[in-house]
């Protein structure tokens, strides 16, 4: 019965499913903005329901020799054959997927192109960030560039060399800064309309701070007897196909919640489009709307260290530790060796290890360990430094458009809750429910 229900699923639904899936991220990769998006498409067709594959064969490698095996003990490292649709980082089985990874990148470098077409070389660096979680890749649409994000100059040196030997592709990058991220420290409501000529969509989000290593959460209160089904589906699948940058400066945002809390469409006019461009006005103008009110929050990435020097230089580690903005206990003595334990900004200790050992005549260590994102230590510097226009920033326009006579016109984000059609009643809120696949029918 299970088989026969599985060929009549793929007759009458699994099939045409999969290929709209597969056709909609073919679409998406034709473009550079497109490509993490179409990806996505093809993730989605792969997970949207359980399969069963057969394993060839189960190998023991031993360098470039392997042999085969028949069961493989628990620990054990092995590499299996005969598996479709996996990718790196997934789990197989019935076992549940792994602890996220204990670092992540801090620093983030320009490509520099050279003669290599654009397209090629991003698609290149997205294929070589699926497989490592400490390796990140976006297109800067405001700049047209390509920005990664990792580690450091070691493992830059590496995607270079992977880079030339894999893909043919010799590229240059410029020197990295720091990785920044932005949320906000208070709840806020975002209102994005967007109506120009036989075009209608508003959004009303309400966004809401989330302990710090959260990520962005998406979900909706909305009932359907306020918006339809599928056009809170619509909002919040909008809402999840990019990273949406902060107004501080222009950094990805992070530990927020996103919640649909209201919206109209439009029986006639309404397009898939409209509501995209009223979900992204919404969080932008939700988020200039913290910025005015001193709630926009500017996050550094931030290391735990243990700092182990000869006990004669323990003055210059504490005169260090104190002039990088570390957060520290009072040293410990171990016979002659002193422990300095703390967690320091990131921004601030990326070469001091040379310098450790440079004072230390190499009898110190520094040991450093990913802590997560925090408040950052310097952020009036950095903001001024980074000298970020948010509204200026038109592809991530806090602005949104009404019309009139027939005629578009853009409302600045500050009157646009003002002249919003929908005034968001909190008694016909439902309970929160997130956006994941069961919302969006997957399962």
């Known amino acids: 019965m299970r088989t026969l229900g599985n060929i009549l699923w793929f007759i009458f639904g699994g099939m045409f499913g999969g290929l709209a899936w597969i056709f909609a ?14 990806r996505q498409f093809f993730k989605m067709r792969s997970g949207a329901e359980a399969w069963e594959r057969k394993v060839d064969q189960v190998r023991i490698y031993n360098g470039e ?7 493989v003990a628990a620990g054990g ?22 602890d996220a990874p204990v670092i992540a990148p801090v620093l983030t470098y320009t490509v520099l192109l050279g003669e290599h077409d654009v397209h090629t070389v991003f698609k290149a660096l997205t294929e070589l960030a699926d497989e490592d979680p400490m390796l990140g890749v976006s297109w800067n649409t405001h700049l047209e560039q390509i920005h990664l994000q990792l580690m450091g100059a070691v493992q830059l040196e590496v995607v270079q060399r992977v880079l030339v030997d894999r893909f043919g592709l010799s590229v240059a990058f410029e020197s990295g800064g720091i990785l920044y ?24 989000l309400r966004l809401e701070p989330l302990p710090a290593g959260s990520g962005v959460q998406f979900g909706t209160v909305t009932s359907t007897d306020e918006l339809d089904l599928n056009w809170q ?12 940058l902060g107004v501080l400066t222009g950094s990805p945002i992070t530990d927020i919640r996103i919640t649909l809390t209201g919206g109209r469409a439009h029986a006639k006019h309404t397009e898939g489009g409209d509501f995209r461009q009223a979900t992204y006005r919404a969080i932008r103008q939700g988020l200039m709307q913290a910025r005015e009110a001193g709630a926009a929050v500017l996050l550094e990435p931030w290391y735990r260290f243990e700092l182990e020097v000869p006990g004669e230089c323990v003055g210059r580690a504490l005169s260090d530790a104190t002039r990088m903005g570390a957060e520290y206990e009072p040293p410990t003595m171990a016979g002659d060796r002193a422990k300095l334990v703390g967690r320091v900004p990131a921004s601030e200790v990326q070469d001091y290890a040379l310098e450790v050992a440079a004072y230390t005549s190499g009898r110190g260590h520094l040991y450093l360990e990913f802590a997560g994102y925090a408040a950052c230590h310097d952020a009036e510097r950095v903001i001024e430094t980074a000298a970020y226009e948010p509204e200026a ?27 919003a059609h929908v005034k968001v009643d909190p008694s016909t809120f439902r309970p929160w429910r997130a956006a994941d696949a069961e919302f969006f029918g997957h399962r």
Not at 25 to 30: L, R, S
Not at 183 to 203: C, D, K, M, N, W
Request: aromatic share 8%.
């Open 25 to 38: 991220g073919c679409i998406w990769c034709i473009t550079i903005v497109g490509i993490p998006f179409g």
């Open 233 to 244: 589906r619509l909002a919040l699948t909008n809402a999840m196909e990019r990273d949406h």
């Open 77 to 98: 490292i092995c590499a299996v054959t005969g598996l479709a649709h996996v990718r790196p980082g997934d789990a197989l089985g019935a076992e549940p997927a792994g």
């Open 65 to 71: 020799k392997y042999e085969l095996a028949q069961e």
């Open 181 to 204: 991220k932005e949320t906000i420290s208070q709840p806020v409501e975002g209102v994005g309309h967007f109506e120009p000529l036989r075009h209608y969509a508003e959004v009303h």
């Open 393 to 419: 920033d038109l592809p991530n326009t806090p602005d949104s458009v009404f019309c009139s006579h027939g005629a578009g016109y853009t409302v600045k984000w500050y009157d646009v809750p003002a002249a």
